[in-house]
């Protein structure tokens, strides 16, 4: 069966750097464009940024262009997520995320990493 397991979210004071990492299995990683969603506190699930099958295209929300950048290993099914330059806003627990098509499109989520950016 398909699973995602983020890793990698803490605590850390504003302006500092975390890097997040999501390990798959059960599906043909490098196939499919892979995800990265936050969810804040009261707020709806965001996407933050996608990262296309080859590992070339990218795309990031405006929010944070320019200080988090999407990467993927292909050798090792795995997808990560640098976030540089954090700011209090950028809290949320990070979710990897993947549609997978088999008999059809289906959407699979990771349990998500806890990031909170905080003095």
């Known amino acids: 069966q398909v699973q995602l397991v983020e890793s990698g979210g803490g605590l850390v004071q504003p302006g500092g750097s975390l890097r997040l990492s999501c390990a798959t299995s059960g599906f043909a990683f490098g196939t499919y464009p892979m995800n990265w969603y936050r969810q804040a506190p009261g707020k709806e699930r965001e996407l933050v940024a996608t990262i296309a099958a080859d590992g070339v295209g990218v795309n990031y929300a405006d929010s944070v262009t320019g200080r988090f950048t999407i990467s993927r290993d292909n050798t090792k099914q795995s997808v990560h997520l640098q976030m540089n330059s954090l700011k209090p806003e950028d809290t949320g627990v990070y979710h990897c995320?993947?549609?997978?098509?088999?008999?059809?499109?289906?959407?699979?989520w990771g349990q998500g990493t806890q990031v909170t950016v905080s003095t």
């Open positions: 995320n993947v549609a997978v098509y088999r008999t059809g499109w289906r959407e699979y």
